[in-house]
């Protein structure tokens, strides 16, 4: 690297302070470097003082490419732990990949792990009891992957880290640098820790942006069908997959690529509508229907309908027409007399199951909203009022279905008056609202939640309805909207500093992963994440 680069490291680092470890009287600094293509390497070097420890630093940085992805931390506190504590500790971890410390089978620090090394490669295992949201991990080290790893890494290991009576866990503060800006990385006692400290928003949320849609279309294989996702710690390629979340990923696509304006994309997006058509879908009765499966399911309907929809309107291309309006009369076979909705029908459109999952109805009210706003046919507006009155009816507000609030915005351009489907929209989102504010996964879709709810209170203010709002708080709702984006871009974004860890991770980069499922990236991970962070960059700073 630079020695200009090298001296900014040095003097970003310094800055954290706390550089040693007055305890022992030591320095600990780390350096992990990675070159985008394979999994970082790592150096634990431990002296008397800061000065020594450098030296040894920067003559291993001089060595290394200006591009290269570098994190550079210092150890910052440091206890012993005896083992069975430690175990204890690591097992009462409520959620996957959430210990969130380094640790060391060693007081000379000659076995020790970042907390990266170890969570980006599933050092850490959950019991076989562990049920992701329901119970503790009970996780363990697996120390059949952790030997291998720090016997190549070190060489000659000075313990059997099976068998040491103590164990150390520690902290870090650092920087991380990509050749060519340097960024602090966050101490928060958070999911966003070891992250970069995000100083310019509006930069940090357009870049996650730009390789989110990058990374998405980039998992369209040639004949239009997606790799459906991975589990980056385990090394695994996900082999199932659910043509649902194909279609409803082509629409957010289809929102991304007009904000990165790589309309060469739009060609990807139609062979991908293709294929899914080819494959995915059957005709009866003259309608069309999204086949996942042996089961016809309303949320498939409701996201063809979208996808299709969504393609025209920014396209401009009305290939698709036909199989819309095919789609569109599919929905009327999922109607009961009453109003309801059935969710899931057999392919000879006998009934499978009533009730599959509460977001169907939001989904459908939604894409029919949307088709609406093509066509201006009034017969799909009416099933749209049908569909929203029933959810008046039945207080589907206690749902907290993004979903809900996106069908209602569209609704309220056409019924600017209905007071019910505001008083709907505002329940919808403000009876959960101390969940999303501290809900500590990312959990895109609250984020999609909450971008809904602050363009539909404006909407109410301006339709003069103002009234309704008076019991809420909508500073506190805009204070959870920002955050909740920031925080999505800090936990759930792959970040070099993040997917450097991983098996060949410039693979990774503009992905979005849940964390607490081996950093699992879906397409439909992606979908919900770019779907949020776009409209909230669009509603916060496309104002000017």
């Given amino acids: 690297m630079q020695k200009s680069t090298v001296t900014k490291l040095k003097q970003a680092l310094i800055a954290t302070g706390n550089l040693k470890d007055y305890g022992t009287s030591t320095v600990t600094l780390a350096l992990s470097v990675s070159d985008h293509r394979h999994r970082a390497q790592v150096r634990f070097y431990r002296c008397d003082s800061f000065k020594q420890a450098w030296i040894a630093v920067a003559q291993q940085l001089a060595k290394t490419p200006q591009a290269s992805w570098v994190r550079l931390e210092a150890v910052q506190s440091t206890q012993k732990l005896p083992r069975e504590t430690f175990e204890k500790r690591l097992a009462a971890t409520f959620r996957m990949n959430y210990w969130r410390y380094g640790i060391s089978f060693d007081a000379d620090f000659k076995t020790a792990l970042l907390e990266m090394e170890s969570n980006g490669q599933a050092f850490f295992r959950p019991s076989k009891a562990h049920r992701i949201g329901k119970n503790r991990s009970g996780s363990w080290v697996d120390y059949d992957r952790v030997e291998p790893y720090l016997n190549k890494r070190e060489g000659a290991l000075p313990v059997d880290i099976r068998k040491t009576e103590n164990v150390w866990v520690f902290t870090t503060a650092g920087v991380f640098t990509d050749g060519q800006k340097i960024w602090n990385l966050s101490e ?37 069908k997606f790799v459906y996702g991975y589990f980056p710690a385990r090394q695994r390629v996900l082999s199932n997959y659910n043509v649902v979340r194909h279609f ?19 060609a990807k997006v139609k062979l991908a509508i293709q294929w899914g058509l080819k494959n995915a879908t059957i005709e ?19 996201l063809l309908i979208l996808a299709l929809s969504k393609y025209q309107d920014v396209t401009k291309d009305d290939t698709f027409v036909p199989v819309l309006m095919k789609a569109f009369k599919g929905v009327h076979f999922f109607q009961e007399p009453s109003g309801k909705l059935i969710h899931v029908l057999n392919p000879d459109l006998t009934v499978k199951a009533a009730y599959r999952i509460i977001y169907y109805e939001g989904e459908v009210a939604f894409a029919l909203s949307r088709l609406y706003e093509l066509t201006h046919d009034k017969n799909v507006m009416d099933l749209v009022k049908q569909i929203l009155d029933y959810m008046v009816a039945n207080d589907y507000g206690k749902y907290h279905d993004h979903w809900i609030s996106y069908a209602i915005n569209e609704a309220l351009l056409v019924f600017p008056d209905n007071r019910d489907y505001m008083k709907l929209g505002l329940k919808n989102v403000f009876s959960h609202l101390k969940f999303i504010e501290e809900r500590d996964t990312t959990y895109p879709t609250l984020l ?13 203010k301006r339709s003069g309805n103002e009234d309704l709002i008076a019991p809420y708080d909508l500073v506190r709702l805009r204070q959870v909207l920002r955050y909740r984006a920031l925080y999505e871009i800090t936990t759930g974004c792959f970040l070099p500093e993040i997917a450097m860890y991983l098996y060949n991770p410039q693979k990774f980069i503009g992905g979005f992963y849940a964390r607490h499922d081996n950093f699992r990236t879906r397409i439909d991970d992606c979908e919900h994440f770019l779907s949020g962070l776009i409209n909230y960059y669009n509603y916060t700073y496309r104002q000017a």
């Fill in 188 to 224: 928060q006692e958070d999911c966003g820790k070891g992250v970069r400290v995000v100083t310019d928003e509006q930069s940090e949320l357009q870049s996650a942006i730009e390789h989110g849609e990058t990374f998405l279309i980039n998992q369209l294989k040639g004949n239009g």
């Fill in 248 to 266: 409803s990923s082509l629409y957010a696509l289809l929102e991304a690529i007009p904000f990165t304006k790589r309309t060469e994309d739009f």
């Fill in 284 to 302: 009866k009765e003259g309608a069309i229907f999204v086949d996942d499966n042996g089961e016809l399911k309303l949320g498939g309907q409701a």
């Fill in 448 to 460: 999609e939640l909450v971008d809904a709810a602050v363009k539909m209170t404006d909407m109410i």
